[in-house]
């Protein structure tokens, strides 16, 4: 063997050597990081706790609905003619039968003047006829011409009094007249409006409910009513009519209810906030509802038990849960189905766990709850 190749057999014995030093330091690295994955722990997640509650709630359905006056008509006039007298101010209040306009009835009452004459002359024969009659001086169809004659006088005044009584134009219920359409000395043709008059006391609010609330939806149930005009205010009514049927396009059945308006402040045409409550308390099991996690795959909430840990020592684990969530009210809502009364759930903190997860509970940090929360004023 020549020096030339003893060199090069030493020098690959070096190369496979350096290789096999840099392979077993790599595999005591790799063999090294998995040890130390297989041993880590995640550290604890730090969340709030909160036990679920038994309470009894009222059944309420909420809906958005408007306000509809009680009585509500667009006054006009059933003839033409040029207006003599306005006999109202836009805005005020008229009772029932109160004039609100005068059209012109010079023609009509000298039409009545001769039809009065012509009645006075007729009801005379007449009363001939009758005495002539009871000497046998005229034949019974000379009486009966005679009634004729002066029913027909009769008719032609009476309607003569009708179509002048007809210029007046009156008031057909009490109620609120809103601005005029009209002025004086307009000439006015037969329909044209004169203003809209409503009743508002008391007033309606009209909505629409799914057809699931007719099984618990009843003529006479308390219905209370906000609108955003007066936050402050609340008013209380009931349903007074459930339509006969139900909407095939959305399914919803319509529903209006009679609301108290003493003062006058609900008006027609206004948005309102409804809620019809069951006169009947139902058992329900609360949870705030920053517990719940919404997804469109369905509602979760984490609930807290005891577990081994790796160490062998008792720990708290959030395990996700699946529930039906029922009515909402302020920061709590309502669970149908998923969960038990007294069972503890992470109230904040959830949207950072997975099932299995330890957990710690920090229910200093625990945010207010409340059934009827109120924002703090700035």
């Known amino acids: 063997m ?45 969340v709030t706790s909160v036990q679920v509650e038994a309470a009894l709630w009222q059944p309420i359905q909420s809906a958005s609905g408007t306000l509809v006056a009680f009585r509500g008509v ?24 109160a004039i609100l306009v005068k059209l012109d009835s010079s023609t009509e009452e000298a039409q009545l003047a001769a039809a009065r004459a012509d009645e006075n002359l007729a009801r005379l024969n ?11 001086a005229n034949t019974p169809a000379d009486l009966d011409a005679a009634d004729a004659r002066y029913k027909q006088a009769q008719a032609a005044a009476n309607t003569l009094r009708t179509t002048i009584d007809k210029k007046s134009i009156r008031a057909p219920f009490d109620g609120r007249i ?29 909505f629409s409910l799914p057809q699931q609330a007719l099984a618990r939806l009843k003529v ?15 008013w209380d009514g009931k349903v007074s009519t459930i339509n006969t049927e139900v909407d095939i396009a959305t399914r919803n059945v319509r529903v209006r209810a009679t609301i108290p308006n003493d003062d006058g402040r609900l008006r027609p045409g206004m948005f309102a906030n409804v809620e019809v409550v069951s006169p009947e308390q139902v058992p329900v099991l609360i949870v705030p509802a920053t517990a719940v996690i ?29 529930v039906r969530l029922g009515e909402r009210r302020g920061d709590l809502v309502a669970v149908e189905s998923g969960l038990k009364a007294g069972e503890t759930v ?18 200093d940090m625990a945010p207010d709850i409340q059934a009827n929360p109120k924002p703090a004023e700035n």
């Open 178 to 206: 809103a601005i005029r359409q009209v002025e004086l000395g307009q000439v006015l043709g037969a329909g044209a409006p004169v203003a809209s008059l409503q009743s508002v006391t008391p007033i309606y609010v009209e």
């Open 126 to 136: 007449y009363e001939r006829a009758v005495e002539v009659r009871k000497g046998q």
């Open 74 to 97: 667009t006054v006009g006039s059933e003839l033409p003619g040029a207006i003599r007298e306005v006999s109202f101010d836009s805005g005020t209040s008229v009772k029932k039968g």
């Open 346 to 363: 992470v109230s904040s903190g959830a949207f950072k766990l997975r099932s299995g997860a330890a957990v710690v509970v920090k229910n």
């Open 294 to 322: 919404f997804a469109p795959y369905g509602d979760s909430i984490f609930v807290l038990e005891q577990k081994k840990g790796p160490d062998g020592k008792d720990q708290l684990v959030a395990q996700q849960r699946f």
């Open 2 to 46: 020549t020096t030339k190749t003893k060199l090069w057999i030493a020098v690959g014995l070096g190369l496979v050597a350096v290789v096999g030093v840099l392979v077993g330091v790599k595999a005591l690295q790799i063999g090294t990081m998995i040890k130390a994955g297989k041993a880590f722990v995640p550290p604890s997640e730090a």
């Open 220 to 234: 006479g149930q308390p219905v209370r009513l906000k609108t955003d005009t007066f936050p402050a205010s609340t």
